[in-house]
């Protein structure tokens, strides 16, 4: 009779064991399920960056590729004026505006009319317009008429350069203008830039317009072209 008291007490501390093991392996799931969870949620926020970065950087490439393929097709299109002919470029630091053949050439003789531009609030633009629509001034600052094609948003500042010879002394050098020229520029660099804290990236973006232009053409006084061309 005498051991069943010490088989109690065993009885006891083995169940004592029994629970403080189990509170221990709960305790340790729970830490694990803890780390698990912190890791898939660290896991999610990295995809989703990766992909944000994904997406801004396919933006800024098709954006390149978009201005890239407008102003390879730049038209050499004389414009008579009292000192003699002009080419339909217009460049400034922070607009441009040139003709270019339509894409898909839709006829022999279309040509659209583009503008680059910084609109307010940041969005970079790309506008055009038909060179046969009578209905816009495409020399006048207003851009009614035009068809918008905003590219990218939140750009701080846009500039654009040109290459050739200058008026002054004919030496082939970047400049800031390019306009009433007889030549369109030779090369034109594009660049923005945006916030500090923006990680997108915009490398400078150097175009070869696929042009030649004849100075010496006679103008045709009613199509402002070549004639026989």
């Keep these: 009779m005498s051991r069943h008291p010490r088989g109690i007490a065993q ?43 994904r997406t801004a950087a396919d933006a800024v490439a098709n954006t390149q590729l978009i201005l890239r393929e407008r102003l390879l097709r730049l038209a050499p299109l004389p414009r008579l004026i009292a000192g003699g002919n002009v080419i339909e470029v217009s460049g400034q630091p922070a607009a441009l505006r040139w003709v270019a053949v339509a894409p898909g050439q839709r006829q022999p003789d279309s040509f659209e009319v583009y503008r680059l531009l910084l609109a307010p609030g940041g969005t970079l633009m790309l506008l055009s317009v038909s060179d046969l629509d009578n209905n816009v001034d495409i020399a006048a600052p207003s851009l009614a008429g035009w068809t918008p094609h905003p590219l990218l948003r939140d750009v701080e500042a846009l500039d654009i350069a040109y290459f050739g010879p200058a008026r002054l002394t004919g030496r082939r050098q970047w400049q800031a203008l390019w306009d009433d020229r007889p030549q369109p520029p030779e090369l034109v660099r594009i660049r923005l830039r945006f916030a500090a804290d923006d990680r997108r990236v915009w490398p400078d973006l150097v175009i070869r317009p696929r042009t030649t232009v004849n100075t010496a053409c006679r103008i045709d006084v009613q199509s402002g072209r070549c004639e026989g061309a």
């Design 11 to 53: 009885t006891r501390r083995t169940r004592g064991f029994a629970l403080i093991e189990l509170l221990v392996a709960l305790g340790v799931l729970s830490l694990v399920a803890a780390m698990l969870a912190s890791g898939i949620g660290l896991a999610g926020r990295l995809a989703s960056g990766n992909s944000a970065a």
